[in-house]
């Protein structure tokens, strides 16, 4: 066998790690450019002002955008407050202001929350009772307290201060629903290590034995849907940048009396950041609030990321801890880019408005 010069072996080993380098360059080409939309977006209806709110709930989505106007110079908390309140009105699929979904006692409570993306001031309330106006509340507490979270019969109270309405929440439509649960023997409930079973029966319950306790994982069962799917979330962007955001909701149906979800805690339901932008969520808000995807959303956006990569990142986050989760979020960046990102449903419906769009817009994403 014919033996290769040292001088043969060098240009054999330079040429092999020329090749490599080169392997390597276009590799991570490849991984630059697969990646580049992740970081810098390909939504070519980017324009401010916008509107962005979950689900199909355009009446409220029109609502902001003309409190905003063509020119953008609204006030964004005016938008995100009417744009809400609107969908308080109309009950919005039920899910949305009173009536609707009624707790174990068959009353409707609701929760709001509305913030600042330039002052990051927030004003909120939980199980509000006997008020239909949750966001307008809310509103209120951000305005004219220095607190962030009012709640229950408390809430009530400063409510009526402020000149709103004392009014009973229930309807027909309520009535009826609660009464329907009862006579399915209170299926489905929130109670668990409590005898008698929950399972099979009404309570009133009392806490098993400590020995006895069979722990019940939220992680093994969902009782978020579609059509039990909680809450308007909202952000506004007027022109100039300037962000607001907001949610109402009444609820969890057949909620355990006084229940608050996601919906009024700040980085849960909603967050916004005059520097980054905004997100909301929707979905089960026991869980949510455990993991703040709105917030966990935005500082992914902070870090360079897509809204539709924030959202999907956020939502993978929860899915570590509770993989039959279903929800979604949606976020926008503060120079109007939107995305959004659904787990645990079919699809995902959310509505947009911008100049590009030419108003309103319904996306639907596959989940």
């Known amino acids: 066998k014919q033996s290769l010069s040292k001088s043969q072996r060098s240009t054999i080993y330079v040429t092999m790690e020329k090749c490599f380098i080169i392997i390597l360059l276009l590799g991570l080409v490849v991984i630059f450019f697969r990646l580049l939309p992740i970081f810098l977006g390909t939504n070519n209806d980017t324009s401010l002002p916008m509107v962005i709110n979950t689900w199909a709930f355009t009446n409220a989505t029109e609502k902001a955008w003309e409190v905003l106007g063509e020119a953008g110079t609204g006030s964004v908390l005016d ?118 079973d929950p399972s099979t029966s009404c309570g009133p319950y009392e806490p098993v034995q400590s020995e006895l306790k069979k722990r019940k994982s939220r992680s093994s069962e969902s009782r978020f849907d579609k059509l039990n799917h909680d809450t308007i979330g909202m952000i506004a962007i007027d022109g100039i940048g300037r962000i607001a955001g907001g949610t109402s909701t009444n609820g969890a149906i057949n909620k355990i009396p006084g229940r608050v979800g996601d919906s009024p805690i700040p980085g849960s339901g909603c967050y916004v950041d005059a520097k980054v932008g905004g997100a909301a969520a929707t979905g089960d808000g026991d869980v949510m609030m455990r993991l703040l995807p709105a917030l966990v959303a935005v500082n992914s956006m902070r870090a360079g990321m897509t809204p539709t990569f924030a959202a999907q990142q956020s939502l993978e986050r929860i899915l570590e801890y509770y993989p039959d989760f279903s929800g979604a979020v949606v976020a926008v960046a503060i120079d109007g880019r939107y995305g959004a990102a659904c787990r645990g449903f079919s699809s995902f419906s959310y509505s947009v408005a911008n100049d590009k769009l030419g108003g309103v817009k319904v996306i639907e994403i596959k989940c």
């Open 79 to 196: 938008a995100v407050e009417q744009g809400c309140s609107l969908c308080e009105r109309e009950q919005c699929d039920g899910t949305v202001g009173y009536g609707g979904r009624p707790d174990e006692n068959g009353e409707t409570t609701l929760d709001a929350m509305i913030m600042d993306g330039a002052t990051h001031d927030v004003g909120a309330v939980g199980a509000l009772r006997g008020i239909k106006d949750a966001i307008s509340v809310a509103r209120r507490v951000l305005e004219n307290t220095e607190h962030t979270l009012l709640v229950g019969s408390q809430a009530t109270q400063f409510a009526i201060s402020m000149g709103f309405k004392a009014e009973n929440l229930t309807t027909e439509s309520s009535i009826e629903k609660h009464q329907s649960w009862k006579e399915n023997d209170c299926q489905p409930n929130y109670w668990k290590n409590v005898t008698p």
